[in-house]
C-alpha cells in the first residue's frame, strides 16, 4: 500500500526551489537595466542624459508635464514652453476653435476653447 508524503516533507524543497527561482529573476533583471552596459574598470562612467534630452522627448503632452515638472521643479509657462525645452516633440493639433493649456488645478495638459 502507498505511504502518503506528509506535508511537512514537501514544502521545504518547494520553497527553497521557489527562493532560487526568484534570486534568479531578480539577479537577470538587474543586469537587463535600461541604457548602455556598465564601463570597464578603469573607464570613467557616461554621464546620465539629463530631464529632457533627446532620447526623453514624448509625444504625450502629460507625459512630457510630468517630466518637467520633476526636472525643473515648476510648473511650464505654457505648452510650447514643454517644445522649447524638448520634453515634448510638437504641440499636438488641437481640434477647430480649441487650444492646448495647462490647467494648474489638475496639473494636466487640458483642451480648452479659444
Known sequence: M??????????????KTFAALVAIAVVTLMGCRKGSPAPKSGTPAASEPSPGAASDITADPNQALGS????RGRMPTNVQELVTEKFLRAVPPAPPGKQHVIDPK????????Q
Not at 489638475?106 to 476653447?113: E, F, M, P, Q, Y
Open 68 to 71: 518637467f515638472l520633476m526636472a
Open 106 to 113: 489638475s496639473g494636466r495638459v487640458v483642451l480648452v476653447a
Open 2 to 15: 502507498p505511504t502518503a508524503t506528509h506535508p511537512r516533507t514537501i514544502l521545504p524543497p518547494l520553497v
